[in-house]
């Protein structure tokens, strides 16, 4: 009697499992339903309908990853994926927008769970095309969200680009770049420089020569960071592997030029200008150190080849201007330091300044003429006047100024 009965509670209790495994099958079948509603509404553009039969396919669908009968199999992870994938592809149409807050990285993690449990590689050409697919809408939602300047989610899309490529064994440098760069814009610094760190070992820029670029963008990281001994070890190794490259000549010369060590940044320079004479830029900043180092005949040499190359250029002419100006004014305070009584010497002590003055003024005037509100071009271009004795000249002057 008593081996009856254990018999009757053993059926039922098998009964009872059996039915719990019926139960998250068919889940999976009825997901499997839904979403092939939802492709067939897609088509034509039912896309309420496709939506609400996609809501169905994720409640059916979730309970099966869960369950221990059914979380096991390929066949779960790679239809839950599909949902997802559904949604993910539509997700700009707002029926869609409340399914899932983040369909691609729901169906990429399903179709790499889904490769994990498919040890025989029965289903390994979909789970790839299930990827690959992912990968590019990883990359084109990266894209909207950097436009639309929501900078840290373009990171994270860009990011899961790059993962998505990596498990395909693939390297996408495009991807690494557009993280690094959101990363950057989004001010997450740290994660920049992980990231243009892996663009520059990946290859990216290496064919357009856009790498020693890298190198000046992650000095200015690690500069916004407050590291100013990264930021310069970084523009070091960039010089390091790329001697000649100008970008990085120049944020070494101004490296010199904060540090105040004005000889090298000159060396620099002139390395620099050797590889590029026709640069008007460098011309001029080179006659600006001569001119921070006191040797003003080095300056105004610069300073005129400047001009030369770029008559157009307002800096060097209003700069060789001021040159000839203040050694006019050094003359000017020598003379009147001699005695009243030295006539002679006065005379021609000040006749010297005055020759040097009128070096000056043509250039005052072509730098007013390429800018003409600039106030300390006007000012000087004014007490040139007077001391040449241009006195209408000086009039015009003082009228603009308002004085």
């Avoid at 098998?14 to 897609?42: C, D, H, P, R, Y």
């Avoid at 179709?111 to 590019?136: C, F, H, I, P």
Wanted: no cysteine; hydrophobic share 40%; proline share 3%.
């Amino acid at each position: 009697m008593n081996y009856k009965k254990y018999i009757l509670i053993a059926t039922i209790a098998l009964m009872g499992s059996s039915t719990v495994v019926n139960a998250q099958t068919s889940n999976v079948t009825n997901a499997i339903f839904s979403l092939k509603a939802a492709k067939e509404m897609i088509v034509a553009e039912d896309f309420a309908g496709a939506a609400k039969e996609l809501a169905e396919a994720i409640a059916e669908i979730e309970p099966a990853t869960v369950h221990d009968k059914t979380a096991g199999k390929e066949k779960t992870w790679r239809k839950r994926a599909e949902i997802y994938e559904m949604i993910a592809r539509n997700s700009a149409k707002p029926e869609f927008a409340g399914l899932s807050n983040d369909p691609v990285s729901v169906a990429s993690a399903s179709y790499q769970k889904a490769m994990e449990l498919d040890t025989k590689g029965s289903y390994e050409v979909e789970n790839q095309r299930g990827l690959l697919v992912m990968q590019n809408l990883a990359m084109r939602d990266g894209i909207e969200k950097f436009n639309a300047e929501e900078y840290g989610g373009a990171y994270e899309m860009f990011k899961k680009s790059e993962e998505l490529s990596i498990a395909m064994g693939l390297t996408d440098t495009l991807a690494i770049y557009n993280a690094a760069l959101s990363a950057e814009r989004a001010k997450d610094y740290d994660n920049s420089l992980i990231y243009y760190k892996k663009a520059i070992a990946s290859g990216y820029g290496q064919a357009k020569g856009e790498v020693p670029g890298l190198y000046i963008v992650m000095s200015d990281l690690h500069r916004a960071k407050g590291d100013t001994a990264m930021a310069e070890q970084t523009i070091a190794e960039g010089l390091e592997l790329y001697p000649n490259d100008q970008g990085l000549l120049i944020e070494t010369v101004n490296m010199y030029l904060g540090d105040n060590q004005l000889d090298k940044a000159l060396d620099v320079l002139k390395q620099t200008l050797a590889q590029d004479p026709e640069n008007a830029n460098l011309q001029y900043s080179v006659g600006a150190v001569y001119d921070n180092l006191g040797q003003k005949e080095g300056a105004r040499e610069a300073y005129i080849k400047a001009i030369e190359l770029n008559p157009e250029y307002f800096d060097p002419n209003y700069n060789l201007g001021a040159s000839y100006y203040n050694e006019a004014v050094e003359l000017i305070n020598e003379a009147n330091a001699i005695p009243t009584s030295q006539t002679t010497k006065y005379n021609a002590a000040k006749a010297k300044a005055d020759e040097v003055l009128f070096k000056a003024v043509p250039y005052l005037e072509r730098a007013h003429e390429l800018n003409p509100e600039d106030k300390g071009t006007m000012a000087s271009l004014a007490e040139s006047y007077a001391r040449t004795n241009q006195l209408e000249k000086r009039k015009e002057i003082i009228a603009k100024l308002g004085l």
